[in-house]
């Protein structure tokens, strides 16, 4: 149960101000989960050996640890930090737990994730953000007044970025940019494809199931395409070949039908005019890709000197932005806070070592989820269950209580669409399981390191792999796949 309202809490909240600290709040619950790792390893409870990934995640977060012990700043680094530490133990106790537990609990939580963020940006593309214009438009004092509390003055340069965010058509979910976004929709499409496919095979009637798994698909899409993020949308398709190259070997799951991924394909250019038609999607987004490219190229060459001031520490989480503007080329068009590529962001707020210890605990976790399980697949109903549920909803009250206090949430529910959307999310995915829609944790296991295979593309040119929030979320899964492939005599 605190394992997902980890998951759940965290993902629902921004990540790109972790470095001020505000994941901390979550901290408590994987203290939790460290002492029921250690209290059921003491008393026995089946599990695979752990010394493996303990040694890894030990490198990983000594790597975190010196980084943060050698930065200008300390303040971000060690919150980062903290915030690392709490990733590996709840990374942990899901590699301990995947091999009586399986995926089956936590695959769930992704899609009621993602299936939030995709009911948030078709409000804000739709619903808030229009209004919110439109009181701009017109100068109401309410809104003009909340715009000082944000220090936003008429005619001041934050006005034109206010104004930039305003009329953008991107929306960002409950996270901070829409390349996080669509980060966390490109881990759960997979493990979603897996579930439509699944309810094709489930009993008879399955036209409920089917239905209900297409809505949750086309949401999803649609989210993806509305975050305009061009390196996710790249990152799809070698997503779902390595999915179905991992998933051919299994021949426990149903057969993965060149029709289903051609029906996909459809979707998604159907869903793309339709967005095209009602504005949300403009040509720009192709013409201005070769700008986008260049503008990373910009900050990749700036960021180089940044790499070899410090290149064993790195200069630690949080510190990235104070040493690039010292070597920002006078053309570049932002002042970045990261690097937009997982590989430089990690070298140089982490250094050599850190960067190593990522890669070599991604192979490591990699490697393992993806062998071939001995034991025979179990068939199990796709929904939360009462653990997930009772974690969902410790998870969407500690939000709660962290943005509004859970007086106003409970006095107007209404004004807090986000926690409503999860509630709804995870509504939807135990009515697929209550009507019929079952998977493996075979046929899950793929789709899980498809997935981080395909966040990992997508880093390559959006950045961001040292916030923890998509972190949690793609660790602990990773983790719960590589515990499940564990053969127990």
């Known amino acids: 149960v605190a394992l997902v309202a980890a998951m759940i809490g965290r993902g629902l909240f921004p990540s790109e101000d972790a470095t001020e600290g505000s994941g901390t709040y979550f901290l408590p619950l994987s203290l939790l989960v460290g002492i029921c790792l250690v209290a059921e390893r003491i008393l026995g409870v089946p599990g695979p050996k752990l010394w493996i990934p303990v040694l890894a995640w030990s490198g990983l977060l000594a790597g975190w640890g010196l980084s943060a012990w050698h930065a200008e700043y300390a303040y971000p680094a060690v919150n980062m930090l903290w915030e690392w530490l709490g990733v590996a133990v709840l990374s942990l106790y899901a590699w301990h737990r995947g091999v009586t537990a399986g995926t089956n609990l936590l695959a769930p939580c992704l899609i009621v994730l993602c299936l939030t963020q995709a009911i948030l940006a078709g409000y804000e593309s739709f619903v808030s953000i229009p209004r919110l214009r439109a009181m701009y438009e017109r100068n109401d004092p ?4 909340a715009m000082r509390g944000l220090g936003v003055e008429r005619g001041s340069k934050l006005e034109e970025s206010f104004k930039h965010r305003l009329y ?25 494809a897996v579930m439509v496919r699944a309810s094709f095979h489930g009993p008879f009637p399955r036209w409920a199931a089917v239905s209900i798994a297409l809505v949750i698909l086309t949401a999803v899409l649609s989210a993806l395409l509305m975050s305009k993020s061009r390196s996710a949308w790249i990152a799809l398709l070698p997503t779902l070949l390595c999915w179905w190259w991992l998933d051919r070997r299994d021949r426990s799951s149903p057969p993965l039908r060149w029709s289903y991924l051609a029906g996909g394909f ?21 013409t201005q890709a070769g700008r986008s490219l260049s503008y990373r190229r910009e900050w990749w060459q700036a960021s180089w000197p940044v790499i070899t001031r410090s290149p064993i520490w790195g200069v630690g989480p949080g510190n990235f932005r104070n ?40 192979v490591i976790s990699m490697l393992a989820a993806a062998r071939p399980a001995e034991r025979t697949p179990t068939t ?52 697929l399981g209550w009507v019929g829609g079952s998977w493996t944790d075979r046929a899950l296991r793929p789709a899980i390191v498809a997935g981080v295979v395909g966040l990992h593309i997508h880093y390559l040119t959006a950045g961001g792999v040292t916030f923890p929030t998509l972190m949690i979320a793609s660790w602990v899964l990773l983790s719960s796949a590589a515990g499940s492939a564990d053969h127990l005599p």
């Open 142 to 145: 309410a809104f003009m007044e």
């Open 168 to 192: 953008s058509t991107e929306p960002l979910g409950t996270t901070g940019h829409p390349n996080t976004l669509a980060g966390m929709l490109v881990v759960g499409l997979p493990i979603i």
């Open 266 to 286: 459809v979707l998604i250019g159907v869903l793309a005019a339709i967005l095209i038609g009602v504005g949300i999607l403009d040509r720009e987004i192709i």
């Open 323 to 362: 040493h690039y503007l010292e070597f920002k080329l006078p053309f570049s068009s932002e002042e970045i806070a990261d690097p937009h590529q997982f590989l430089i962001e990690l070298a140089s707020t982490g250094g050599a070592v850190c960067l190593i210890g990522y890669l070599a605990l991604l």
């Open 380 to 431: 199990t109903k796709v929904g939360l269950g009462i653990e997930g549920w009772l974690g969902t909803l410790i998870g969407v009250v500690l939000v709660a209580l962290i943005e509004v206090g859970l007086i106003p949430l409970v006095a107007r529910p209404d004004e807090h669409p986000a926690l409503l959307a999860v509630l709804f999310a995870a509504g939807m995915i135990s009515l």
